[in-house]
């Protein structure tokens, strides 16, 4: 009788130590990465611990989410590696280096397409997005769930103020790592010049380029407004943030899981896209009062713009990846400004 009442006593005492044990060895980690400085007005790192809080709630732990803002497991293009190979789960990256690893994306980047956010936001949401974002899964094995602003693009420089063109000759203008980049500044008369973003303030600094192009947030993130006197607001491209995850990780979770995590980006992807698009709608106000002279362009001066890049940038981008993509994404766009 006595073992008995001992038995009663261990066993479930044992039970309740080991159990916790049980649980933790089973919590899946995601190591998610961007770039972006850990502090809650940065749109990457404020959907990051939203995305974080969510995931690992919903899930009863059974999802661990570790978040390595500024660049900690290494910079675009190791992180774009690790995601292909696994060694990183999820991450947030930038365009240029997501069109190195899969070629198509760099559509976006044919320049003045969109509107506004709304057009972007449709586009990108709709049967072009989907389409292009379960190619990539089958070409990378990297899957794409949605993409949040990295703002709208605009040309800073620290030289003088550009209103046409003209303003942008004999410039040079640092763009992203990618060849697409290269190509939207060249026909505008300006001399392009790759430099990566972690190496962007002191090229700035150390007049290594004049100027270079980013929407409202990077501005911000990256102090650039420091070195850079001018900016035009002319919205060449609007860039994007991409969610991605290494697809074999996630072909690992359980559908339950998957859920969450399909859910917990969709709430960070409003958190991004929000915080972005309140900077770059508030650009004069922002960058005004860190000292930048800003200069707004009209319809008809953003067509100027327009009309020598768009047309052999569009024509290098069907040369890189076929017309296809090019054709869909236009009619995409067409078929918005009917309805509307």
């Known amino acids: 009788c006595e073992m008995k009442t001992?038995?009663?006593?261990?066993?479930?005492?044992?039970?309740?130590?080991?159990?916790?044990?049980?649980?933790?060895?089973?919590?899946?980690?995601?190591?998610?990465?961007?770039?972006?400085?850990?502090?809650?007005?940065?749109?990457?790192?404020?959907?990051?611990?939203?995305?974080?809080?969510?995931?690992?709630?919903a899930s009863k732990g059974s999802l661990k989410v570790e978040v390595y803002p500024a660049s900690q497991l290494g910079n675009d293009s190791a992180t774009m590696e690790g995601l292909k190979m696994g060694t990183i789960e999820m991450a947030v990256v930038h365009d240029g280096p997501i069109s190195a690893v899969y070629k198509p994306f760099m559509v976006y980047a044919i320049p003045y397409l969109f509107d506004d956010q709304t057009m972007a936001w449709t586009v990108v949401d709709g049967p072009f997005g989907k389409e292009m974002a379960d190619d990539m899964t089958k070409k990378t094995g990297i899957r794409l769930f949605a993409l949040a602003d990295n703002g709208i693009r605009h040309f800073t420089n620290s030289k003088r103020a550009i209103k046409s063109p003209d303003d942008m000759k004999g410039l040079k203008?640092?763009?992203?790592?990618?060849?697409?980049?290269?190509?939207?500044?060249?026909?505008?008369?300006?001399?392009?010049?790759?430099?990566?973003?972690?190496?962007?303030?002191?090229?700035?600094?150390?007049?290594?380029?004049?100027?270079?192009?980013?929407?409202?947030?990077?501005?911000?993130?990256?102090?650039?407004?420091?070195?850079?006197?001018?900016?035009?607001?002319?919205?060449?491209?609007?860039?994007?943030?991409?969610?991605?995850?290494?697809?074999?990780?996630?072909?690992?979770?359980?559908?339950?899981?998957?859920?969450?995590?399909?859910?917990?980006?969709?709430?960070?992807?409003?958190?991004?896209?929000?915080?972005?698009?309140?900077?770059?709608?508030?650009?004069?106000?922002?960058?005004?009062?860190?000292?930048?002279?800003?200069?707004?362009?009209s319809p008809e001066q953003v067509a100027a713009f327009r009309s020598k890049s768009q047309p052999p940038v569009k024509a290098w981008v069907e040369e890189q990846i076929g017309k296809e993509w090019v054709d869909k994404l236009f009619a995409q766009i067409e078929g918005y400004r009917k309805a509307k």
Not at 44 to 56: C, G, M, P, R, T
Not at 208 to 230: F, H, M, P, R, W
Not at 252 to 271: C, H, N, W, Y
Request: net charge positive.
């Open 6 to 57: 001992w038995k009663s006593i261990l066993v479930p005492a044992l039970i309740a130590l080991v159990l916790p044990g049980i649980a933790l060895a089973q919590a899946k980690v995601i190591k998610y990465a961007h770039f972006q400085p850990a502090k809650l007005d940065q749109p990457k790192q404020a959907a990051a611990l939203a995305f974080k809080n969510y995931v690992e709630a």
């Open 173 to 297: 203008m640092r763009v992203m790592t990618g060849p697409i980049w290269t190509k939207l500044v060249e026909p505008l008369g300006a001399s392009p010049s790759p430099v990566p973003w972690t190496e962007l303030p002191a090229a700035l600094q150390q007049g290594v380029v004049d100027g270079q192009e980013n929407g409202v947030t990077n501005i911000l993130a990256a102090s650039l407004y420091q070195s850079q006197k001018y900016i035009t607001l002319d919205g060449h491209v609007y860039s994007w943030h991409a969610y991605m995850m290494n697809d074999r990780f996630y072909s690992s979770l359980t559908p339950e899981q998957q859920q969450i995590v399909r859910k917990g980006v969709d709430i960070a992807k409003v958190i991004h896209r929000g915080m972005t698009a309140a900077q770059d709608l508030n650009a004069p106000a922002i960058l005004g009062t860190l000292g930048m002279e800003v200069t707004a362009l």
